[in-house]
């Protein structure tokens, strides 16, 4: 009986050594969820970061067309590296709405301040919530919406040229 005790703890072990090996190994970590894809918008009104209007996002997009809604952040590293890519959207006509997330009003004016406004008009998420809305997992991620208000595309990361062209091209 006493040796049964003894093997217990590496029987446990070892289940939970395949068990890890089977669920987290085997995942492939390169699949991101799309979940909002296909479905509607959430329903949220974020006020604006120049005059605080409040602004619906689903009214924004069947007001102007496809848009792009970006979570971006002036604490995000990743933010600053696609910020030129969201300029050259800008440049090209594509109207994009970024959503300052989890982000204070004077460190995101400083940041557009720095590196330039790529938006043609940017909400404050202060608390977050619009990103749990949204399905977040992280800044920046780019959110391409229909006239409709459907979610048509969602790119997580920072944009590249292939992946902005991508999304300007549903856009249109």
């Given at each position: 009986?006493n ?44 006020p ?18 496809p ?16 910020h ?78 292939a ?10």
């Amino acid at each position: 009986m006493n040796r049964w005790l003894a093997v217990l703890p590496l029987v446990a072990l070892a289940a939970l050594g395949g068990l890890f090996y089977f669920f987290a190994l085997k995942r492939d970590p390169q699949v991101q969820p799309k979940a909002l894809v296909g479905r509607q918008v959430p329903d949220l009104t974020l006020p604006t970061l120049a005059e605080g209007q409040p602004v619906r996002i689903p009214a924004a997009a069947a007001s102007e067309g496809p848009i792009l809604v970006n979570f971006f952040a002036s604490w995000c590293a990743p933010c600053e590296i696609e910020h030129p890519v969201l300029m050259g959207l800008k440049g090209r006509g594509v109207r994009v709405v970024g959503v300052a997330y989890k982000d204070a009003p004077t460190n995101t004016s400083a940041f557009l301040t720095r590196l330039g406004d790529p938006f043609a008009q940017i909400l404050v998420d202060r608390d977050g919530r619009a990103g749990v809305e949204f399905g977040v997992t992280g800044v920046p991620e780019t959110y391409l919406i229909g006239r409709d208000g459907k979610v048509l595309d969602k790119h997580t990361g920072p944009l590249d040229e292939a992946a902005a062209q991508k999304l300007a091209n549903r856009a249109r």
